[in-house]
Structures are given as structure tokens and as C-alpha cells.
């Protein structure tokens, strides 16, 4: 589980690592969890009046998932982050891929190890083909991490150099 920050006395579990522990327990199969972990997430968000937009993927990929969870962030980063910390706090292995979509150039989704079929399956919680989460054909892995800050520097040289490239 994420570690919550050690102020002496206990905190509260966010909502998302509650959700997690209710969606888990009803949901004993791994892909049938990640699908309503998504519907969660999905419901969530429809909650708000204007979704939070980032304002850069710095911000989508780097802002902590009960943060992103919080203002109601959609971007690709953010749910990764927040679908993955869900995952992540009942014990499923997940993996975070960084690649590109024809609709981004940076685009983040997960893969899930799946016990059950003893394989990784990919999700995407924001570009998908259907109500499974599947990834489309477009998709383009250019690396896996199980943190973003293992590939930090590749992802801020990448929004360098498309700043660079509006400037022009």
C-alpha cells in the first residue's frame, strides 16, 4: 500500500484505499476488480461539475493518486495513478507503461498481472475499445515502470522538447 504520511498519530485511509479493500473482497477475480475498480474511478469523476484538466503531463503523471482522486483529475496520468494505488493497495502487481496514442503523444495506462491466466493485460482507463478497458490497436508501449520517477527524466526531456517544438 502507499505509504500515508507518518504525522505520530493515525490517519485516516483515503476513500480510494476503502473502495479498494469493498471492490476486492466482492470481486475475487483480478480482471473482474480492475473493470470495477474503472467503473469507480469513471463514477467518480462524473460526480463533478468541471473535471480538473492538468497542465502538463508533469502534473498528470507526478501528482499523487489521492490528490488526483481529490479535483478530479482526468488526464491519462492521473488515472493510472489512481487505478494503480487502488490495485496496488489489495496486492495485485501492476505495471505503469508510458507510450503514445493517436490522440497523444504521451499517454499512460497500466498492465495488470492476472493470476488467473497467468499473464500481464494491459487497461486504459481513458482511450479504450470497449467497456473492458482494452487497449486499442494504437497504442504504443515506449517503456514499463513500476514507479514514474524510474523514468522521470524521459518523461520531462519528452515535454522539453514539446515545448521547444511550440515555441517554434
Keep these: 500500500m502507499i505509504e500515508q504520511a507518518k504525522t505520530g498519530e493515525s490517519k485516516k485511509k483515503h476513500n480510494i484505499y476503502t473502495t479498494a479493500e469493498t471492490l476486492r473482497s466482492s470481486n475475487k477475480n483480478t480482471h473482474d476488480f480492475v473493470i470495477a475498480v474503472g467503473k469507480f474511478i469513471h463514477k467518480h469523476l462524473k460526480s463533478f461539475n468541471k473535471l480538473y484538466k492538468t ?3 508533469l502534473e498528470s503523471r507526478f501528482t499523487s493518486p489521492e490528490n488526483a482522486f481529490d479535483k478530479g483529475m482526468s488526464s491519462c496520468g492521473a488515472l493510472t495513478n ?27 495506462w497500466i498492465s495488470v498481472f492476472e493470476p488467473e491466466k497467468e499473464k500481464w493485460i494491459q487497461y ?19 517503456t514499463t515502470c513500476n514507479d ?20 517554434d
Design 82 to 108: 489512481i487505478s494503480a494505488a487502488m490495485l496496488r493497495s489489495t496486492g495485485v502487481k501492476i505495471r505503469l507503461i508510458h507510450g503514445t496514442h493517436k490522440k497523444s503523444r504521451n499517454h499512460a
Design 124 to 142: 486504459d482507463f481513458t482511450n479504450s475499445r470497449d467497456n473492458n478497458y482494452s487497449p486499442d490497436p494504437d497504442h504504443k508501449i515506449k
Design 55 to 57: 497542465k502538463n503531463i
Design 148 to 167: 514514474w520517477e524510474e523514468i522521470r527524466s524521459l518523461i520531462e526531456e519528452e515535454h522539453r522538447a514539446w515545448l521547444d517544438a511550440k515555441k
